[in-house]
């Protein structure tokens, strides 16, 4: 709550002209743009490039943007634009044939890491060829849902879709998931008690 009355501070002030306001969301959001913009695998540099077009777009276009009620909602739905035009230009992908990376983000602590590590390392890598299995679109919505925490209406307008079919998306891929790991799920349990 405290990021999003300070995001949209900052969106205020980016859009009556203060430059340092733009650079301070990019600050805040680079990383987080960067890894959502990796998950659609392309090139690093592709990425960064279309990370800098959006943040220059946004610089240039300000006096025709609107106020929006979720930045990082809204930073999340351009770059995925600025990627598929880029593939799109380059005919290296079709929108509907995005190929989607099921890696994990790695954002856990450094004592738990050293303590479980290989518990770790094995449920991660049970968790990766789970979500391997998921159709793209499914791994797509888990992912804006449960690591970017965006709501079903804004994933539906970044994943350019209607909110029922996220929710579908959400809920087959949830299903499967639980299918699939209710009993390595306990084992694993188990074994870190």
């Given amino acids: 709550m405290k990021y999003e009355i300070q995001d949209q501070t900052l969106w205020k002030s980016f859009l009556e002209g203060e430059n340092q ?19 659609f695998m392309v090139d690093e540099s592709v990425v960064e490039d279309c990370i800098q077009d959006l943040f220059l777009q946004l610089h240039q276009n300000r006096i025709y943007i609107n106020d929006t009620n979720s930045v990082k909602h809204y930073l999340l739905k351009s770059l995925r634009s600025h990627i598929i035009q880029h593939l799109r230009f380059q005919k290296r992908a079709a929108y509907e044939e995005l190929d989607w990376d099921s890696s994990v983000a790695d954002e856990a602590d450094s004592e738990t890491l050293m303590i479980r590590r290989e518990s770790l390392e094995q449920l991660t890598r049970q968790m990766k060829a789970k979500l391997a299995t998921l159709p793209d679109r499914e791994r797509e919505a888990l992912y804006l849902r449960y690591y970017e925490n ?13 909110r029922q079919s996220v929710s579908n998306f959400l809920q087959k891929a949830l299903c499967k998931l639980r299918n699939q790991w209710i009993g390595p799920a306990l084992l694993m349990i188990c074994i870190l008690l």
Wanted: hydrophobic letters at 45%.
């Fill in 21 to 39: 306001a733009l650079g301070q969301l990019l600050d805040r959001y680079h990383r987080m743009l960067k890894h959502y913009g990796l998950k």
């Fill in 150 to 162: 965006l709501s079903i209406p804004e994933i539906a307008e970044v994943m350019q879709v209607n």
